[in-house]
């Protein structure tokens, strides 16, 4: 996500050969045509990122390379899911894959609380049970130049049909239809136990879910951002975040998220000891999202990501238009530029942008993403090696909510938006996930061996 701010857009490319009629130039970004689905194939699951091994400041530290391989690595790691503003978020739910009958609940501390907010084709239909056979793809080939990288994919997308609704357990309510209330601290809910779901082999269980309308939240922790994208440490700036340094959880409010603002979801599970690697020291800067004490670091509580080859997530949000500018909002960094993605979480807990983090190398996904103040197409990319993105956008969420799945499995991420009626219920079955990833979609065969 640090795209706005690095030399060119994420996406920003040069077209070679030959270029797509229907693609348009919008401040240096290419954009095609939308879609409902965008899938990524072809993740090697092998390579390696440079460690935080120690860390003496956010901009000094010591590094080590560490291999990984698995399917879908290094991606299968811990992630922390993201939200800026202006974004309204709805609904969160984070799903893993049932091999047996068993408590989805095993992995997560059994809690419930939250923390008010404030923070790249071609045609073809497949089931992910038929993921070995050979992929259909018709068209003409685009030959495109990103960030100095050439990249190809078969111009064959004919529009996405509609997702599958996912009627499977027991119905969450919908969020009410009201207005969203006013921008403040929510009251501290305590810690309680999140009911135990059996999910039968092949099945998706709940492990995670936040519902703005009745003020649930399992398995998760709501963090903030206060870096604001600067390797400096300035000061909190609390006069944007009511909440910030709340030394319980709390959940968060039926609320915009305003611009530039930044909204980190974990789980619900601190680090103990060691086990979520090193810590930035205090917690300055990007740190100070962790919300209470931790002793041992004479600093903010770290927690953990949401791990797993296998995993999904669900998300309702909307991107209303603010209208703000850098040139109305100078003191703004990314103005009325929504956005939704994933970091692997180390570097959530050391510096998000900086010499002192494992980013890009480690794993990024940007899911819906907004490079340009009042654009309405959300963008999708892949920062790690290998590396890619699409012209083809989502559109934005700007006056209702928009429901996304987005499925890491099989060796495919797969992001789809679904119908209106999908419930984030506490089981969705094998079959559903399996239609999501049958649906229509522009593929992404990411490319380069160098991290980007």
């Known amino acids: 996500m640090r795209s706005f701010i690095a030399v060119g857009a994420t996406v920003a490319a040069t077209l070679t050969g030959f270029v797509m009629a229907d693609t348009v130039m919008i401040e240096g970004n290419y954009y095609s045509t939308p879609v409902q689905a965008i899938a990524y194939h072809g993740i090697p699951g092998v390579g390696a990122y440079d460690k935080v091994t120690s860390m003496q400041s956010n901009t000094q530290c010591t590094k080590e390379s560490k291999g990984y391989s698995g399917s879908l690595a290094p991606l299968d790691e ?37 923390h008010q907010h404030f923070h790249e084709h071609n045609k073809e239909i497949r089931d992910i049970q038929e993921l070995e056979e050979e992929k259909r793809a018709v068209g003409d080939i685009v030959t495109v130049t990103m960030d100095g990288k050439v990249q190809q994919w078969t111009n064959a997308y004919a529009g996405a049909g509609p997702a599958t609704p996912a009627p499977v357990a027991p119905s969450v309510d919908e969020p009410k239809a009201d207005e969203p209330k006013e921008n403040k601290p929510s009251a501290v809910k305590p810690p309680s136990s999140a009911a135990a779901v059996d999910a039968g082999k092949g099945d998706w269980a709940r492990q995670a879910y936040y519902n703005a309308a009745d003020g649930t939240a399992e398995g998760l922790t709501f963090l903030t951002a206060t870096q604001r994208y600067s390797e400096s440490t300035p000061k909190v700036p609390t006069d944007k975040y009511t909440a910030v340094g709340s030394k319980t959880p709390q959940v ?201």
């Open 252 to 452: 968060l409010d039926d609320c915009l998220i305003e611009d530039d603002l930044e909204l980190v979801i974990m789980s619900d599970k601190p680090c103990e000891g060691d086990d979520c690697g090193v810590l930035g020291p205090n917690y300055s800067g990007q740190n100070e999202m962790f919300t209470g004490p931790n002793p041992s670091q004479n600093g903010w509580q770290a927690y953990h990501g949401f791990a797993g080859a296998n995993k999904v997530f669900l998300a309702e949000f909307s991107m209303p238009l603010s209208g703000k500018t850098n040139a109305t909002h100078p003191d703004l960094v990314a103005p009325d530029m929504s956005a939704f993605w994933f970091l692997n979480s180390e570097i959530d807990r050391t510096v998000q942008y900086g010499p002192c983090s494992c980013w890009p190398a480690c794993g990024e996904l940007d899911v819906f993403e907004i490079l340009n103040s009042g654009n309405t197409r959300a963008t999708t990319y892949l920062h790690m090696a290998p590396y890619g993105g699409s012209p083809h956008y989502f559109n934005r969420p700007t006056d209702g909510t928009v429901k996304v799945a987005v499925i890491f499995h099989n060796d495919i991420v797969h992001i789809q938006v679904l119908d209106d009626s999908t419930n984030f219920d506490a089981v969705v079955s094998g079959s559903t996930v399996s239609g999501w990833l049958k649906q229509e979609c522009a593929i992404i065969n990411p490319t380069g061996d160098v991290a980007h």
């Open 78 to 114: 811990e992630l922390s899911a993201h939200f800026r503003g202006p974004l309204k978020l709805k609904q969160f739910a984070y799903y893993t894959l049932s091999s047996k009958k068993r408590s989805p609940r095993a992995t997560l501390q059994n809690r419930r609380h939250g």
